[in-house]
């Protein structure tokens, strides 16, 4: 993607960041910040994205891991919070997030592939990974939004159980 197909769609992909992270921390500043790190992070790399991309898609992914990114750093500073418990943090924060991050990551893509159904995982993935609302889903996919709410729940309930087996394994 070029530096002016970039601006062409930037107010399109910024409105788009911004609306995820509304949607994620109902609140208009946090969803300004979601936004504004979300364009930073896309226009560090545009020139690597292909413009055959779905470039939304890939803007929704990246501002969905934006507000991930804050709200852990919002609820869990180890190298404060461990400190505070009378425990040094060998890790530092930044580093500490960026590994559960990817842990995390790993572990949900492991488990989505491994006890969801590849209906269960797309709705799951566009409705908590992408952010998308029912009816979005439902425009997109054609499913109908009382069958959305009802394989989502089916699919988190699996993840659920499979995450509490394997903690006490």
């Given at each position: ?6 601006e062409?769609a ?7 960041m911004?609306?995820v ?6 609140s208009?500043?946090?969803a ?7 364009m ?5 790399y ?16 990246v ?12 609820t869990?500073n180890?190298a404060t919070?461990s400190?505070?418990?009378g ?9 500490y997030?960026r590994l559960?991050a ?17 209906r ?8 908590r ?12 996919t054609?499913v109908?939004?009382t069958?959305i ?5 089916k ?13 006490y394994?």
């Amino acid at each position: 993607m070029t530096q002016q197909e970039f601006e062409t769609a930037a107010k399109e992909l910024r409105q788009l960041m911004y609306d995820v992270g509304l949607r994620y921390f109902h609140s208009q500043e946090d969803a300004e910040d979601v936004a504004q790190e979300s364009m930073l992070r896309l226009w560090k790399y545009c020139e690597k994205v292909d413009v055959s991309m779905n470039v939304k898609a890939l803007a929704v992914k990246v501002a969905k891991n934006c507000c991930i990114s804050m709200k852990r750093k919002k609820t869990f500073n180890p190298a404060t919070d461990s400190k505070e418990n009378g425990i040094d943090s060998p890790i530092p924060s930044s580093d500490y997030d960026r590994l559960e991050a990817e842990e995390y990551d790993r572990l949900l893509e492991e488990m989505m592939q491994k006890i969801l159904s590849p209906r269960e995982r797309e709705l799951f993935e566009l409705r908590r990974l992408e952010g998308l609302s029912n009816e979005e889903i439902e425009a997109r996919t054609g499913v109908k939004k009382t069958t959305i709410q009802s394989m989502v729940s089916k699919a988190r309930t699996k993840l659920f159980f499979e995450l509490k087996k394997r903690m006490y394994q």
